[in-house]
Protein backbone atom coordinates (compact mmCIF):
# COMPACT_ATOMS: atom_id res chain seq x y z
CA UNK A 1 0.00 0.00 0.00
CA UNK A 2 1.16 3.02 -1.26
CA UNK A 3 1.20 6.18 1.69
CA UNK A 4 2.73 8.79 3.46
CA UNK A 5 3.60 8.77 7.22
CA UNK A 6 3.18 12.16 9.67
CA UNK A 7 4.54 11.67 13.47
CA UNK A 8 5.88 14.17 15.53
CA UNK A 9 2.62 16.51 16.59
CA UNK A 10 1.49 16.62 19.94
CA UNK A 11 0.61 19.24 22.85
CA UNK A 12 2.80 22.61 23.08
CA UNK A 13 2.97 25.54 24.79
CA UNK A 14 2.98 28.95 22.98
CA UNK A 15 6.48 29.32 22.21
CA UNK A 16 7.58 25.79 21.90
CA UNK A 17 8.58 23.78 19.37
CA UNK A 18 8.48 20.59 17.58
CA UNK A 19 9.39 19.07 14.17
CA UNK A 20 7.28 16.87 12.32
CA UNK A 21 8.42 13.84 10.18
CA UNK A 22 7.08 12.11 6.78
CA UNK A 23 8.20 8.99 5.69
CA UNK A 24 6.52 6.88 2.66
CA UNK A 25 5.06 3.38 2.70
CA UNK A 26 5.72 1.49 -0.20
CA UNK A 27 7.40 3.78 -2.58
CA UNK A 28 11.00 5.77 -2.46
CA UNK A 29 10.22 9.35 -0.93
CA UNK A 30 13.15 10.58 -2.37
CA UNK A 31 11.57 10.95 -5.71
CA UNK A 32 9.33 13.14 -4.73
CA UNK A 33 8.44 16.64 -3.72
CA UNK A 34 7.03 17.18 -0.79
CA UNK A 35 4.55 19.72 1.02
CA UNK A 36 3.42 20.42 3.99
CA UNK A 37 -0.16 21.37 4.75
CA UNK A 38 -2.52 21.88 7.73
CA UNK A 39 -6.17 21.51 8.20
CA UNK A 40 -7.66 23.76 11.52
CA UNK A 41 -10.98 22.80 12.53
CA UNK A 42 -13.94 24.57 10.58
CA UNK A 43 -11.18 25.32 7.51
CA UNK A 44 -10.04 24.51 4.36
CA UNK A 45 -6.67 22.87 4.25
CA UNK A 46 -3.83 25.28 3.80
CA UNK A 47 0.02 25.04 2.12
CA UNK A 48 2.73 25.40 4.57
CA UNK A 49 5.78 24.70 3.01
CA UNK A 50 7.02 22.32 0.14
CA UNK A 51 10.86 21.26 -0.54
CA UNK A 52 11.80 19.81 -4.21
CA UNK A 53 13.37 16.42 -4.43
CA UNK A 54 16.93 18.14 -4.32
CA UNK A 55 15.67 20.25 -1.40
CA UNK A 56 17.10 23.18 -3.88
CA UNK A 57 14.15 24.59 -3.81
CA UNK A 58 11.98 25.59 -0.70
CA UNK A 59 8.50 27.60 -0.36
CA UNK A 60 7.07 29.00 2.91
CA UNK A 61 3.29 30.52 3.41
CA UNK A 62 3.95 34.10 4.77
CA UNK A 63 2.72 33.16 7.96
CA UNK A 64 5.42 30.80 8.93
CA UNK A 65 7.92 32.64 7.16
CA UNK A 66 11.09 32.60 10.02
CA UNK A 67 9.07 30.20 12.13
CA UNK A 68 9.48 26.75 10.43
CA UNK A 69 12.01 25.44 8.05
CA UNK A 70 11.65 22.45 5.90
CA UNK A 71 14.18 20.42 5.42
CA UNK A 72 14.87 16.61 4.01
CA UNK A 73 17.36 13.73 5.20
CA UNK A 74 17.79 11.36 2.07
CA UNK A 75 19.87 8.87 3.78
CA UNK A 76 16.76 8.47 5.88
CA UNK A 77 14.30 9.04 3.58
CA UNK A 78 12.41 11.24 5.44
CA UNK A 79 10.90 15.39 5.02
CA UNK A 80 11.20 17.24 8.55
CA UNK A 81 9.24 20.22 9.35
CA UNK A 82 10.86 22.32 12.19
CA UNK A 83 8.05 24.77 13.86
CA UNK A 84 9.50 26.93 16.28
CA UNK A 85 7.64 29.82 18.49
CA UNK A 86 4.70 28.19 17.99
CA UNK A 87 1.10 30.00 18.00
CA UNK A 88 -1.99 29.20 19.25
CA UNK A 89 -3.44 29.74 15.75
CA UNK A 90 -1.10 27.10 14.69
CA UNK A 91 -3.23 24.33 15.92
CA UNK A 92 -4.26 22.15 13.09
CA UNK A 93 -4.07 18.77 12.03
CA UNK A 94 -0.52 18.92 9.90
CA UNK A 95 -0.16 16.65 6.27
CA UNK A 96 2.71 16.08 4.10
CA UNK A 97 1.79 15.31 0.51
CA UNK A 98 4.54 14.26 -2.44
CA UNK A 99 4.62 15.23 -5.88
CA UNK A 100 6.04 13.68 -9.24
CA UNK A 101 6.52 17.51 -10.28
CA UNK A 102 8.45 19.92 -9.50
CA UNK A 103 7.15 22.87 -6.89
CA UNK A 104 7.16 26.14 -8.13
CA UNK A 105 6.06 29.96 -7.03
CA UNK A 106 2.98 29.48 -8.65
CA UNK A 107 1.76 26.10 -7.23
CA UNK A 108 3.48 24.38 -4.26
CA UNK A 109 0.81 25.31 -2.20
CA UNK A 110 -1.88 23.41 -4.62
CA UNK A 111 -3.26 20.56 -2.80
CA UNK A 112 -4.57 18.68 -6.37
CA UNK A 113 -0.57 18.85 -7.12
CA UNK A 114 0.01 16.00 -4.68
CA UNK A 115 -0.49 12.25 -5.43
CA UNK A 116 -0.24 10.68 -2.34
CA UNK A 117 -1.24 12.03 1.31
CA UNK A 118 -0.76 10.84 5.06
CA UNK A 119 -3.72 10.42 7.80
CA UNK A 120 -1.93 13.63 9.40
CA UNK A 121 -0.36 14.30 12.61
CA UNK A 122 -2.10 16.47 15.31
CA UNK A 123 -0.34 19.89 16.60
CA UNK A 124 -2.31 21.58 19.74
CA UNK A 125 -0.40 25.06 20.90
CA UNK A 126 -2.24 26.04 23.94
CA UNK A 127 -1.19 26.62 27.67
Known amino acids: QVQLVESGGGLVQPGGSLRLSCTAA????????VGWFRQAPGKGREGISS????????YYADFVKGRFTVSRDIAKSTVYLQMNNLEPEDTALYYC????????????????????WGQGTQVTVSS
Open 51 to 58: ISKSAGRK
Open 97 to 116: GARTTLPGMSDWWDEGKYDY
Open 26 to 33: GFELDAYA
